[in-house]
């Protein structure tokens, strides 16, 4: 079955540079979160998207803006990058906006900043 | 995962069964989700209850009491493989994913 696919898997960055990290859902899931994880730590909402709209925001910092493609797909861009972004960013899917509904993770987009 | 409790480490042998509690809020509570991660991969779905009771599949089972804010994933007849992390993750208004911070499972032989 057809998974979540990120792009790139690993990204390498140095101090106050940008990077878009690509996010492309399952198919027929109009729905797309965005995750960070630290190291030893739990993943972190950032932010999400409903039929290219956005539905939530959690802690993501200013520096980052993301959307939501005609396609379904999703862009996470950040810019004036910090030491402290270096993490495993995760896209997962969904098939609608409600909270019940499975979000299932892509492999991720290993970031780190130099 | 502030709002969400379960322990750091877990150890455990091959062939037997395996316990990981989770204590969550109450409020705005809407599904606890279990994931499977290994490091460095994606979290894996694993279970989703949102009405008390168990819910079976295969080797994995999940159980939640939402009177108690509480839920628990019960592995059997353990392999090697099932060394991960395994993260509870409640469901809020809204539709983010409230992650624990994860148990830590190792499988010795």
């Known amino acids: 079955a057809a998974g979540v696919i990120q792009s790139p898997r690993h990204l390498i960055k140095e101090k106050r540079e940008t990077a878009t990290l690509k996010c492309y859902p399952i198919?027929?899931?109009?729905?797309v979160y965005w995750y960070q994880q630290g190291p030893g730590q739990d993943p972190q909402f950032l932010i999400s998207?409903?039929?290219?709209?956005?539905?939530d925001k959690g802690s993501i910092p200013d520096r980052f803006s993301a959307q939501q493609f005609s396609d379904y797909h999703s862009e996470l861009n950040m810019s004036s990058l910090e030491l402290g972004d270096s993490a495993l960013y995760f896209c997962a899917s969904s098939t609608g906006l409600a909270d019940t509904d499975t979000q299932y993770f892509g492999p991720g987009t290993r970031l780190t900043v130099l | 995962g502030q709002n969400i409790d379960q322990p750091t480490e877990m150890t455990a042998t091959e062939g037997a069964i395996v316990q990981i509690n989770c204590t969550y809020q109450t409020s705005g509570f809407n599904g606890l989700f279990w994931y499977q991660q290994h490091a460095g991969e994606a979290p894996t779905f694993l279970s989703y209850?949102?009405?008390?009771g168990l819910e079976e599949k295969g080797r994995f089972s999940s159980f939640l009491s939402r009177s108690k804010g509480y839920s628990y994933l019960l592995l059997k007849e353990l392999q090697m493989k099932d060394s991960a992390s395994y993260l509870c993750a409640e469901g809020q208004a809204g539709t983010a994913l409230i992650f624990g911070k994860g148990t830590t499972l190792s499988v010795s032989s």
């Open positions: 209850n949102v009405l008390d």
């Open positions: 198919p027929r899931h109009d729905t």
């Open positions: 998207f409903y039929e290219k709209m956005q539905s």
